[in-house]
């Protein structure tokens, strides 16, 4: 079976500073891999997804993510980071035989102006 | 867009009560699914379905039922509510057509206070 690590429960930077949230998944054949943001009150939105092909992934609000099959990882990453971006992020893993996709336990991000 | 609406943000109820929730998507998808969603636990799924009439449990079914009677609508019921049930609980939809690849549409989720 699937499953998903997010190793940080909470992180700070400074608007403006580089951001690295680290996934880890483990699955045996290559998965499906998704980031989702959620802002406070809301739902969940999907920020990108790896299917197949070039292992780095661009998605929306400039950020992007990179596949490495040898880590097992899916970090998400962003230049410079806007006071907006201030959420929840849920790392989540599906597999070839089912509709379900199993989540992390999310991350959040505070940013300080 | 897509649009997930659920359709009580915020719910108090007392222990013991039967409690709905309903979630209503409007692009014709296959499949809907029932996440709760816990501090330091992430989102873990309840229930999903993937047809009307069509259920699978997910990780935690235990104390909860649901309901597809029209394919845009899928009710999540827990019959007797307990305080332990106090949470976020979030519907989502995904188009069905290929496994593990779909993309998940959100509601804005329901946050039920069991007292």
């Known amino acids: 079976a699937q499953s998903v690590t997010q190793p940080d429960i909470h992180i700070t930077v400074s608007e403006g500073a580089s951001l690295e949230l680290r996934c880890n998944y483990s699955y045996g054949a290559t998965p499906y891999l998704f980031w989702y943001v959620q802002s406070p009150g809301q739902g969940l939105q999907l920020l990108l997804k790896y299917f197949s092909g070039d292992t780095l992934v661009q998605g929306i609000k400039g950020f992007e993510a990179e596949f490495k099959r040898s880590q097992s990882s899916f970090n998400l990453r962003k230049p410079s980071v806007h006071w907006s971006d201030a959420a929840e992020y849920f790392c989540a893993v599906g597999a070839y035989n089912t509709d379900k996709l199993i989540f992390g336990t999310g991350t959040r991000l505070q940013v300080f102006p | 867009d897509v649009k997930v609406t659920q359709s009580s943000r915020y719910l108090v109820k007392r222990t013991g009560e039967k409690v709905f929730l309903e979630c209503v998507q409007d692009m014709d998808h296959e499949n809907m699914f029932w996440y709760r969603q816990d501090p330091g636990l992430g989102l873990r799924l309840i229930y999903f379905?993937?047809?009307?009439?069509?259920?699978e449990k997910g990780d935690i079914p235990e104390g909860y039922s649901v309901s597809r009677e029209k394919k845009e609508r899928f009710s999540l019921i827990l019959e007797s509510a307990s305080t332990n049930q106090t949470s976020m609980y979030l519907c989502?939809?995904?188009?069905?057509?290929?496994?593990?690849?779909?993309?998940?549409?959100f509601g804005a989720g329901s946050r039920l206070t069991v007292l």
């Open positions: 989502a939809s995904s188009l069905g057509d290929s496994w593990g690849a779909n993309v998940l549409t």
């Open positions: 379905s993937y047809d009307v009439k069509m259920k």
